[in-house]
Structures are given as structure tokens and as C-alpha cells.
């Protein structure tokens, strides 16, 4: 038996138990066909089933309708900072964005370095990107209106989306996508990297209804316009064909032995409540982010004595639960508890930080 910890990690992260299991059992000889998935053609039935069993279980699983199409791409969320305005801004057009920390101001300045307008509507910036910025005026005309919806540095998270009055939302959900039920409607493109909650990094999931893909420019370089992956089924050319195997699996799982987003949603919501609570009663441990707009699936916290966090951090490793330093630019401690991570790591990492403080204290 393998010996695994708890993993707490922001991304690349953990992923369900049994779709490892799964991937191992079937990884020398997929399905019968004597060569593993990794080993065949991208244009082979084995995995065309793959990439249309994937695209069917994101639909189903958000609901999405005919109208929009789901796509994979290379180059991660970050390439997405440029397609987003490279496909989605004419020339006469501005850009609204709001900026609620480092994911959001990379977005903003590769649009600018592409020379496309973009408007800074509101930032959290005078408060250390610690909340989420509430009434919001939006410019009707603005091509689209782009958030991240989860701020996977400083663990806030938008709790409901702002009401653009019909200007399409664009949004990073890169580390909380497929975490909770939400309206896709209001959305004109949703994007991800697949490596916190949907599989293992090397894939990009676009979701993006029929009147962005629209406004696509033709001029464009051909792997960088969104149409030419949608007019291929993501395969004009190869496609990451493992991770999107394993996003595959991840999929079947979130569908077959969760039950769906919802249930998701509630398991999700059960773990972070978990944690929120026990650092709200302590003195030894402080959440970072406002409560009204704290994220369900990356926890921040500081030790009231800083010093203390290296040991914190080392001991917790030490115990079998990884993963819990805080992203270099900001310090402190994250518990990244994406779906695949357990109500049971969740409780073994609040025994620890009780047993910590009680030693420390
Ligand atoms: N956006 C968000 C919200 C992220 O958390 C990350 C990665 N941590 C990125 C974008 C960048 O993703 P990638 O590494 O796939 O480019």
C-alpha cells in the first residue's frame, strides 16, 4: 500500500483516491487495447470516447446548455489572460475588469500589453486584497466584465456574481470550478486550469456561449482563437491527451460516487465551515480574509505569533499533512481543500492545529 498524506496543496493538487486507482489499473492496457491511453492516437476511437465523455460530463455536470461549447486548451488560466482580450475586445471596445488580487492583475496587464482598453472598475488592493469589492458600477458598453471568482492567494471568493445589466461576465475559476452550483447563464466565457479542482495541470477548460465565439476576429493566429478549437472538438491540433483522460475520470467521479455539484457543494461548504470555525474561536490562529467573502476551497490563515509558522508548517508535513504554506508572495499558511481533499483531512487538520496550539500556546 501506498503511503499517502493529507494534501493540502494550491495546485497541482489532490486528486480523488480512486481515480488514481483507476488510471493505475488501466495504464499499461486501456480497455483492451494492448497500449496505454498515453500511447495512442489523439485520433483513434479510444480517445475520441475520452475527449466526448468528457465534454458531455461538464455539461452535464453545469448544466450547461446547447448554446455553449466546452473546449481544452494548452497553456494554463495564464493564457488565458491574452485569448480572453485577444478574441473577445474589438478595437472600439473597452473592457471592464475588478481586480481582487495577483490572478487579476496578471489578467489585466496582458491585455494591456496586447494594447486592448481595459477599465479597473474596482479593486481590493487598499485592504490587501481582503474582501471581495460589493456595488459595483459596470459600463453598459464594455465588451465583457471579467472577475476571478476565486482568489486562490488570498482565499476570497465571490459569494454571488455581480449583476452586469446583461454585459457578459468573463471569469477565472481556475481553483473553484465545479465546487459549488452557480447560474452559467450570465456567463459569456468561464475558464480554468484543470489542476485544483477538475485533474491534473496541462489542460485549460474554456466554456464559452455561441455569441462570444461570434465575435471571434478571423485575423487572428490560428491557435489562438477560440473558433478553431471549437470547430475541431479541441483537436486541431494534439491535444494534452492524458490530462484530459484523467479529467475524464474526474468527471465520472464527480457525476458517480459524489452525485453531482450540489453534493459537492455541500461537502465543500461541511469542510471549510470545519476549519472557519475552529479559527474563529482561536486566539493562536487568525483567518486572513473578510468573513462575508472567505472561500470555501482555499483556507489563509496566520499564526498570531508569525515565528511560529515555519514549525507549524514543518511539524504538520511531519504529521502527515502537506501542503499548508502560504503562496510565496503573501507568506503565512493555506489549507487548499478542493474537492477532491476529504471532510476526514479536514478534521485531521484541525486535531493537529488544536494539539499544535496546545503545545505552543
Ligand atoms: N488563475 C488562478 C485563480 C490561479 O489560481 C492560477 C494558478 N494558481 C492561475 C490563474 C494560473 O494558472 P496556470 O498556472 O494554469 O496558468
Known amino acids: 500500500m501506498a503511503k499517502r498524506i493529507f494534501n493540502f496543496n494550491a495546485g497541482p493538487a489532490a486528486l480523488p483516491l480512486s481515480v488514481l486507482e483507476e488510471i493505475q489499473a488501466e495504464f499499461l492496457d486501456y480497455k483492451g487495447c494492448g497500449m496505454s491511453i498515453t500511447e495512442v492516437s489523439h485520433r483513434s476511437s479510444w480517445f475520441d470516447e475520452v475527449i466526448n465523455d468528457a465534454v458531455l460530463r461538464v455539461k452535464r455536470l453545469l448544466n450547461l446548455g446547447e448554446n455553449y461549447k466546452v473546449l481544452f486548451l494548452h497553456g494554463g488560466a495564464s493564457l488565458q489572460f491574452t485569448m480572453v482580450p485577444l478574441n473577445l475586445i474589438a478595437d472600439d471596445q473597452v473592457a471592464d475588469y475588478v481586480n481582487t488580487g495577483s490572478w487579476s492583475v496578471k489578467a489585466i496587464k496582458e491585455a494591456e500589453i496586447i494594447g486592448k482598453k481595459v477599465r479597473v472598475v474596482a479593486s481590493s488592493e487598499d485592504r490587501d486584497f481582503n474582501y471581495i469589492p460589493k456595488d459595483i458600477a459596470f459600463d453598459a458598453d464594455a465588451a465583457y466584465v471579467h472577475i476571478t471568482s476565486n482568489n486562490t492567494i488570498r482565499g476570497t471568493q465571490w459569494r454571488s456574481f455581480p449583476d452586469t445589466g446583461g454585459v457578459p461576465l468573463v471569469s477565472d475559476m481556475s481553483s473553484d470550478i465545479m465546487g459549488r452550483t452557480f447560474d452559467v447563464a450570465p456567463f459569456g466565457l468561464i475558464y480554468a486550469g484543470a489542476q485544483k479542482n477538475l485533474g491534473p495541470s496541462g489542460v485549460t477548460v474554456a466554456i464559452i456561449r455561441q455569441d462570444m465565439l461570434e465575435r471571434v476576429p478571423d485575423n487572428l493566429p490560428t491557435m489562438l482563437k477560440y473558433t478553431t478549437y471549437a470547430a475541431k472538438n479541441s483537436m486541431f491540433n494534439t491535444p494534452p491527451c492524458f490530462a484530459i483522460y484523467v479529467l475524464q475520470l474526474v468527471m465520472k467521479w464527480l457525476e458517480e460516487t459524489i452525485g453531482g455539484i450540489a453534493n459537492m457543494e455541500e461537502i465543500n461548504r461541511k469542510k471549510a465551515e470545519l476549519l472557519y470555525n475552529y479559527l474563529d474561536e482561536s486566539d493562536f490562529y487568525r483567518g486572513t480574509a473578510e468573513k462575508e467573502d472567505r472561500s470555501i476551497m482555499n483556507i489563509t490563515f ?60
Open 302 to 361: 496566520r499564526l498570531a505569533d508569525e515565528s511560529l509558522e515555519e514549525t507549524f508548517i514543518a511539524e504538520a508535513l511531519a504529521n502527515g499533512l502537506g501542503g499548508l504554506k502560504g503562496h510565496r508572495s503573501v507568506g503565512g499558511c493555506r489549507a487548499s481543500i478542493y474537492n477532491a481533499s476529504s471532510l476526514e483531512a479536514v478534521q485531521a487538520l484541525v486535531s493537529f492545529m488544536a494539539e499544535f496550539e496546545r503545545k505552543h500556546g
